[in-house]
């Protein structure tokens, strides 16, 4: 079993900040990329950042130089660091984990369970 937990998020005014965690456990041989969603009421859940094994990040063009996303592998956790929050950015943040699984090296994909972040204006 691979269980995937997040922790972090809340209220904060617009131009604050949050940090979200995310950590991985169970039978994981390695985690390829790790990623960071969110969907707002009535949207699409989309795709805000990832980041690979060896750190390479990409981020969609509604975060870039706000959020920060980054891993520590021997740990299996990631993180997004998350800056000039705005009202738009409101939403259930979740983590995406693609574990290899130590059993059998088939690659697996995990989610958090979801927090929660509210930007009021």
């Known amino acids: 079993q691979v269980q995937v937990v997040q922790s972090g998020g809340g209220l904060v005014q617009a131009g604050g900040s949050l940090r979200l965690s995310c950590a991985a456990s169970?039978?994981?041989?390695?985690?390829?990329?790790m990623d960071w969603y969110r969907q707002a009421p009535g949207k699409q859940r989309e795709l805000v950042a990832t980041?690979?094994?060896?750190?390479?990040?990409n981020y969609a063009d509604s975060v870039k130089g706000r959020f920060t996303i980054s891993r520590d592998n021997a740990k299996n956790t990631v993180s997004l660091q998350m800056s000039s929050l705005k009202p738009e950015d409101t939403a259930v943040y979740y983590c995406?984990?693609?574990?290899?699984?130590?059993?059998?090296?088939?690659?697996?994909?995990?989610w958090g369970q979801g927090t929660q972040v509210t930007v009021s204006s």
């Open positions: 169970g039978r994981i041989s390695s985690i390829n990329d």
């Open positions: 980041i690979t094994s060896g750190g390479s990040t």
């Open positions: 995406y984990a693609h574990v290899l699984r130590s059993e059998n090296g088939v690659q697996y994909g995990y």
